[in-house]
């Protein structure tokens, strides 16, 4: 990216703004307590706008900002991703989780500025402020200095300066902290159209409220500081109005001190109270920082992987480090943790009135959320599957861009609501496709088809799910990759694996797989309708008009050279074991059969369209007559071998 983006926020480039990008957008922000984030929508949905992506452009963490600013003396010295990285060597003058403080008395957060590493003090009014260099400093001047960046990066993003946005607050926000994070909106000299509640912006990201009856929902929110459950009665609004979902919020519970911090801590417990006892306050707020850093990436590898190895060189200005830690030692260690959550969605349902039984969707958002054991532990109590198709870290920011959207009144076409727009289905071999939902199928619906290997002792089966009209999947939208781990060995053909495709009400997709022998499985989740237009979904379906006798006569192709390659090895392999059984000319009116099928494939491989499929069926039964002895020679020949099987 060219250096000189930053002067980008200049009027003129407003009429050049892609995509069609609106002279004045509502963009939607995410402040939150360890990352913020800026979404805008259009029509084809919303987006994250990838505020560092000078930094890496392919970061799997793009668009994320940390809710991080260091000062120094007056100045802003660096915000975001640069104070995040520099947290540990300028550990005072660095402040992060400020969103804890916003319109709080110091008194009532006494505890947290205690353990923090830059200086909490008690500002005007008895309120919580960050005392830095001698300059004491409010929450609200903290984040509007996260805001201005955001709002810059933003600016830059669209192409045109953005001056108005949704900015979401937890749901238990009292009228105080609302109110500071409008006035830390005015000081960043950002227009706060509306403060939206982060579960009501979670819900609108899936697209709930948009259609049908009236929900429960449940949004499990486990961030980096904080735990909150809030139970949500949506309102869908009337189709062709342009009336407003209503959310009502019902109940709301969690633990302002119970988050991912509280993970990371559990994975070096100990070290921590060793760090806290350090008489050196330079040195405590050194190694609380290291620690919160090396505890954080353990835990994040083991979202992964079972185990993982941490070492730390101190540098002589921390204790050295080096352990092993695995997951199931892990999660019996943070389970009292993961209870704690739960006890709190009782505690709010309980406040709702409402039962278990009574909530018809559970959302699950915020980075810790990705722990597996959290996604299991929720399923498992409210007993139904959770929302996971949306990124946990940046479904409020989605939100808050489709709330910026209805605001500006860019709403969605009224596109991909009660039929599947386009159809859904899987890669198989060769890669064609096997769709099991067609487009303009209405929603819910599921379907189950089963599949099975193509290579002999395959272990893990990789599942491609996509979309579209075509009959191949280089001419299909990718959904969606994931994996089917562990199957027992067996020969190609011979597992049974069942794939169930089921949408729900709101859109969502779910795929799960599952072998039936050993019962292993595997799901995935996505929201096909994201990044899809009314004029998108038009040129796809002329696109397969145009295509259809050609795309037909592919796929053909594909499945007989799929097919054709299994019985070259199963007539390969019987041959080989009859070759002396057989007279010779046997064998090579067999081999040539085997080499004009393996030339088809070949060809069909590089380009199916060369292969006229009557050729396939014409080489298929020459081969099938030639090879009728070697057949007959190996039955012959188990008999021979055993016996028993003739019984
Ligand atoms: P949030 O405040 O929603 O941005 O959540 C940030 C928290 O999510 C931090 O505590 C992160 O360490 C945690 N987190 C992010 N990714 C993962 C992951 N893959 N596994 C476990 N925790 C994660």
Redesign the pocket.
């Known amino acids: 990216m060219s250096g000189d983006s930053t002067s980008s926020a200049s009027p003129a480039r407003a009429a050049d703004a892609p995509n069609g990008v609106p002279d004045d957008p509502i963009v939607g922000i995410d402040l939150?307590?360890?990352?913020s984030l800026v979404a805008f929508a259009d029509a084809a949905g919303p987006r994250i706008l990838h505020l560092d992506a000078e930094l890496d452009p392919s970061a799997p963490d793009g668009g994320?900002v940390p809710?991080v600013v260091r000062y120094r003396g007056e100045a802003v010295e660096a915000v975001g991703r640069v104070a995040a990285a520099g947290l540990e060597d300028h550990a005072t003058r660095t402040v992060y989780s400020v969103k804890r403080y916003m319109g709080r008395r110091f008194e009532d957060r006494a505890d947290d500025a205690a353990a923090s590493p830059y200086r909490v003090v008690a500002g005007s009014r008895g309120l919580a402020g960050i005392e830095i260099d001698g300059r004491v400093r409010s929450p609200e001047e903290i984040s509007a200095d996260l805001l201005a960046h955001l709002r810059d990066r933003a600016s830059e993003a669209l192409g045109v300066p953005v001056r108005r946005a949704v900015v979401t607050v937890p749901a238990y926000f009292d009228d105080a902290q609302r109110q500071a994070t409008r006035d830390a909106g005015r000081i960043a000299g950002i227009d706060v159209v509306r403060i939206l509640n982060e579960p009501t912006a979670a819900a609108l990201a899936y697209g709930i409220g948009a259609r049908g009856d009236a929900e429960t929902i449940v949004i499990y929110?486990?961030?980096?500081?904080?735990f909150d459950v809030t139970v949500l009665e949506v309102m869908p609004a009337e189709s062709d109005s342009d009336e407003e979902a209503i959310f009502r919020v019902l109940a709301t519970a969690g633990d302002t001190h119970l988050?991912?911090?509280d993970?990371?801590r559990v994975l070096v417990e100990d070290l921590h109270e060793e760090a806290m006892a350090d008489p050196d306050p330079e040195r405590r707020a050194r190694r609380l920082a290291v620690l919160r850093a090396v505890g954080?990436r353990a835990?994040?590898?083991?979202?992964?992987a079972e185990a993982t190895r941490i070492r730390l060189d101190g540098r002589g200005l921390v204790p050295d480090l080096d352990r092993t830690l695995d997951r199931p030692g892990f999660e019996s260690a943070a389970r009292p943790l993961v209870d704690r959550t739960l006890e709190a969605c009782a505690r709010a349902l309980k406040d709702a009135g409402l039962e278990r039984t009574a909530v018809d969707r559970v959302v699950l958002?915020?980075?810790?959320?990705?722990?597996p054991m959290?996604r299991e532990a929720v399923e498992s109590w409210f007993d139904r599957p959770a929302y996971v198709a949306l990124d946990?870290?940046r479904v409020?920011a989605l939100g808050a861009a489709v709330q910026g959207s209805i605001l500006a009144g860019t709403r969605r076409d009224a596109l991909l609501l009660d039929v599947i727009p386009l159809s859904l289905g899987l890669e198989t071999a060769g890669g064609a496709v096997a769709k099991l939902v067609v487009r303009n199928t209405m929603v819910p619906t599921r379907a189950v088809e089963m599949f099975s290997t193509s290579v002999d002792g395959q272990l893990n089966v990789g599942l491609h799910v996509v979309q579209g009209e075509r009959e191949m999947v280089s001419d299909c939208r990718s959904l969606a990759r994931f994996e089917l781990r562990g199957l027992p060995p067996m020969p190609a053909g011979i597992p049974q694996i069942e794939v169930a495709f089921n949408v729900d009400a709101n859109g969502v997709l779910g795929v799960e797989a599952v072998e039936r022998r050993s019962g292993r499985r595997a799901r995935v989740q996505v929201v096909p309708s994201n990044g899809l237009t009314r004029d998108e979904v038009d040129r796809i379906e002329a696109d397969s008009l145009e295509h259809a006798r050609d795309d037909m006569l592919v796929h053909r192709v594909v499945d007989l050279a799929v097919n054709a390659s299994l019985d070259v090895k199963w007539i390969t392999e019987a041959l080989d074991r009859v070759r002396e059984d057989v007279a010779p000319d046997v064998t090579k009116a067999v081999e040539s059969g085997l080499a004009s099928l393996q030339s088809l494939i070949t060809r069909a491989r590089e380009d199916p369209r060369s292969v006229d499929p009557d050729a396939f069926h014409q080489a298929k039964d020459r081969l099938d007559r030639a090879s009728m002895p070697v057949h007959e020679a190996s039955i012959a020949r188990s008999l021979r071998d055993d016996p028993s099987s003739e019984r």
């Open positions: 939150g307590t360890t990352n994320l809710s929110d486990l961030g980096g500081g904080t988050g991912g911090d993970f990371d954080s835990k994040v590898a083991l979202s992964d958002v915020g980075g810790s959320t990705r722990m959290i946990p870290d409020i």
